[in-house]
C-alpha cells in the first residue's frame, strides 16, 4: 500500500517568493495535517483539514494557507518567502479527525529560501 | 501553552546498553502521548501510544514507555539498544480526544556505537 506522498522533495526559492507544496494521503484517509520541522526542533502543526474544510491552524502568519481537495489531497501554501520558512515541511494523514485516530507522516518537503 | 520537553539533545549509547530517553510535558488534563522515530534519511514512524488504561505501553521494536501522570511524564525505554536504533526520537503530546493538535517536542538523537 502507498504510504503519505509529497511532492516535490526538494525546493529552493528565494526570498519573497511563492511556493506551493503538495501531498496525497493513504488511500481512505479522509484528515490531512501539515507540520513544519526546523533544523534541531521538532514538528510544529500549521494546519488540519478534513473534508475540504480547515479544522485547525497552528500559530502561523496569514502568509500560510492550504487547501483541501474532493479526493482529499491537500496543497501548502506559503506567499512573501522569509529565510526562516527553511524547514522541512510534513504532511500527515489520518482516517478520522477527532478521538483516537493515528497519524502516519510523509517523506517532507524539503524547502530552502535564499 | 501546552509544552513538550525532551531532556536529553543527543544520547550516545553502546550496543546492548539500556536506553531512557526522558519526556515531560505541562498540560494538566487529560493527554493521549505519543514517540515517533526518525531513521536516518526515512520519515516519521509511530513507536508506540498512550490513550488509557495500562500506563506501560509495549510498542515495536521492543521500545516500551510508562505514563506516570502525577509526574507528567512519558518517557522511552529500551533494556538493550542495537546500531540499527540510531535515530531522532521525538516524544508528542495530543489534549484529549477532541481535535487538537500533536505538539512535538525537540527531539533527542540516539547514536549507538558498535
Known amino acids: 500500500d502507498a504510504g503519505v506522498t509529497q511532492s516535490p522533495t526538494h525546493l529552493i526559492k528565494t526570498r519573497g517568493q511563492h511556493v506551493t507544496l503538495r501531498c496525497s494521503p493513504i488511500?481512505?484517509?479522509?484528515?490531512v495535517s501539515w507540520y513544519q520541522q526546523v533544523l534541531g526542533q521538532g514538528p510544529q502543526f500549521i494546519f488540519q483539514?478534513?473534508?475540504?474544510?480547515?479544522?485547525g491552524r497552528g500559530n502561523f502568519p496569514d502568509r500560510f494557507s492550504a487547501r483541501q481537495f474532493p479526493n482529499y489531497s491537500s496543497e501548502l501554501n506559503v506567499n512573501a518567502l522569509l529565510l526562516g520558512d527553511s524547514a522541512l515541511y510534513l504532511c500527515?494523514?489520518?482516517?478520522?479527525?477527532?478521538?483516537?485516530?493515528?497519524?502516519?507522516f510523509g517523506p517532507g518537503t524539503r524547502l530552502t529560501v535564499l | 501553552a501546552q509544552s513538550v520537553s525532551q531532556h536529553n539533545h543527543h544520547v550516545i549509547l553502546s550496543e546492548a546498553a539500556s536506553l531512557e530517553l526522558g519526556c515531560n510535558y505541562s498540560?494538566?488534563?487529560?493527554?493521549?502521548l505519543f514517540w515517533y522515530v526518525q531513521y536516518p534519511g526515512q520519515h516519521l514512524q509511530l513507536l508506540l501510544k498512550?490513550?488509557?488504561?495500562?500506563?506501560l505501553v509495549k510498542g515495536i521494536k521492543g521500545f516500551e514507555a510508562e505514563f506516570i501522570k502525577s509526574k507528567f511524564s512519558f518517557n522511552l525505554r529500551k533494556p538493550s539498544v542495537q546500531w540499527s536504533d540510531t535515530a531522532e526520537y521525538f516524544c508528542?503530546?495530543?489534549?484529549?480526544?477532541?481535535?487538537?493538535?500533536?505538539?512535538f517536542g525537540k527531539g533527542t538523537r540516539l547514536s549507538v556505537i558498535a
Open positions: 483539514y478534513y473534508e475540504k474544510e480547515e479544522r
Open positions: 508528542a503530546v495530543k489534549r484529549g480526544a477532541g481535535n487538537t493538535p500533536l505538539v
Open positions: 498512550y490513550f488509557s488504561g495500562d500506563p
Open positions: 500527515a494523514s489520518s482516517q478520522a479527525l477527532a478521538g483516537i485516530n493515528e497519524q502516519f
Open positions: 488511500s481512505g484517509h479522509k484528515s
Open positions: 498540560y494538566g488534563g487529560t493527554v493521549n
